[in-house]
């Protein structure tokens, strides 16, 4: 939709010194109605060139620290987001930030597990709870849902779908990744019943089979691909997106 994103005051994306976190930051700064606040969120701003090229070469993109497993960066990250937002507030979250690490019945074992539960399914939780004023603060300011007032928005995956793993999907047995995604899509319902009725709509996109470090250069779809997906979903984001699972090209998922 032509001019959604202008209406959206700020964007935060986490996980964004690479991958599609990067490409959304690119892509968004790019955009002729671009959010007028983008905020890069990530581990280590600096050892990232290409985030720090698109930092200098448009205005208003704004590079915070932001290590999504640690209470103390998330507080420090909120304390400098409220600072560039001011009395706006925060539009819209994206959750992207994540880790896969490869795990069949074999190999698995309870740090793997833990190590990607807390990447992937708690530290959405706790970054969207500690954003949760900024976002109120948006939200207050308009009514309706969508852009122009507030969302959370959780970057999920296929892979997290139980009813899709069955049959021939069921083939790739990635235990701790596919039940961390499985894990937020939950969190994506959970925030939308609590948040949904605050006038913040929350819900769970899947990007695609992606050529970044995570998805392989064997991937079906170029990371500007999958990104001017998203992005073309998410300007049309509405009630009723509420609670939903889609993918980079809009049709809905099968939880
Ligand atoms: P990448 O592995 O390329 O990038 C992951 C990003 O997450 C990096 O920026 C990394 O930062 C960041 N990150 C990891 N841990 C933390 C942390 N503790 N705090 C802050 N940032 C962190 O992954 P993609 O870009 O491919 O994936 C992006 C999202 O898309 C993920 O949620 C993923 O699950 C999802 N997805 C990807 C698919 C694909 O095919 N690529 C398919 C389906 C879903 P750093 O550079 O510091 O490590």
């Known amino acids: 939709m032509t ?18 976190g990067l490409q959304l ?13 983008i905020i890069a969120t990530a581990r280590d701003p600096a050892s990232s060139t290409a985030l720090q090229e ?14 999504v497993n640690s209470q103390e960066s998330i507080s420090s990250a909120v304390q400098e987001v409220q600072s560039i937002v001011g009395s706006e ?11 896969n690490i490869s795990t069949d019945l ?18 959405p939780l706790f970054v969207t709870k500690a954003f949760l004023p900024l976002l109120q603060t948006s939200a207050s300011q308009s009514t309706g849902m969508g852009l122009h007032r507030a969302a959370v928005i959780n970057i999920s995956s296929i892979l997290g ?10 083939a790739f047995k990635a235990y701790a990744y596919r039940t961390s995604k499985a894990a937020l899509n939950m969190l994506t319902r959970c925030l939308a019943v609590d948040l949904g009725p605050k006038g913040i709509v929350c819900m769970s996109l899947h990007p695609g089979w992606v050529k970044t470090d995570m998805g392989g250069p064997l991937a079906e779809l170029t990371v500007e691909e999958s990104v001017s997906g998203m992005l073309s979903v998410l300007s049309t984001l509405s009630e009723d997106d509420n609670g939903g699972f889609k993918d980079y090209r809009g049709h809905t998922l099968p939880w």
Request: charged share 15%; proline share 2%; glycine share 8%.
């Open 89 to 99: 507030g925060l539009s819209c979250l994206i959750n992207n930030a994540a880790i």
């Open 161 to 170: 779908s139980i009813q899709a793993n069955w049959g021939e999907t069921a």
């Open 106 to 123: 074999n190999t698995v074992t309870p740090d793997a597990m833990m190590t990607t539960f807390q990447v992937n399914s708690v530290s």
């Open 54 to 67: 698109i930092s200098k070469a448009y205005q208003g993109v704004h590079m915070v620290t932001l290590d």
């Open 25 to 37: 930051v690119k892509e968004l700064a790019e955009r002729s109605d671009r959010p007028a606040r």
């Open 3 to 20: 001019g959604a994103w202008t209406k959206c005051k700020s964007v935060l994306v986490t996980g964004s010194s690479r991958g599609i």
